[in-house]
């Protein structure tokens, strides 16, 4: 059993940084992929990054490409996202996901199916 907790989001003006964090408890953290998803009003959740279990492979969606950045810490079980150069189409919520798995995929890592853990998800607003 994996529990995440998002946290770092917030207001912010057009071309400026954030950097989330999601802290997860559970013995399998270390042996989890994780990945970053939003959802923005009215809209699907989306894929926004990914990275695998042992940090050694990540994906990007396109059109965050260059922008955004997934890392973690395996030590401290928390996996971070950081933007920059927010636009205010990434107005969105932004969900913390993770399942325990050594696939390197890209399929199944950019999938929302694929993961069994969810946090509360974490509200990004960008104003221009």
């Known amino acids: 059993q994996v529990q995440l907790a998002e946290s770092g989001g917030g207001l912010v003006q057009a071309g400026n940084s954030l950097r989330l964090s999601c802290t997860a408890s559970?013995?399998?953290?270390?042996?989890?992929?994780l990945a970053w998803f939003r959802q923005a009003p009215g809209q699907e959740r989306t894929f926004v990054a990914a990275?695998?279990?042992?940090?050694?492979?990540?994906y990007y969606a396109d059109s965050v490409k260059g922008r955004f950045a997934i890392s973690r810490d395996n030590a401290k079980g928390t996996v971070y996202l950081q933007m920059n150069g927010l636009k205010p189409e990434d107005t969105a919520i932004f969900y913390c996901?993770?399942?325990?798995?050594?696939?390197?995929?890209?399929?199944?890592?950019?999938?929302?199916?694929?993961?069994?853990?969810w946090g509360q998800g974490t509200q990004v607003t960008v104003t221009s």
């Open positions: 996901a993770a399942v325990t798995s050594h696939s390197a995929d890209q399929y199944h890592l950019s999938a929302a199916p694929w993961y069994d853990y």
């Open positions: 559970g013995r399998t953290f270390s042996s989890s992929a």
């Open positions: 990275i695998n279990w042992c940090g050694t492979i990540v």
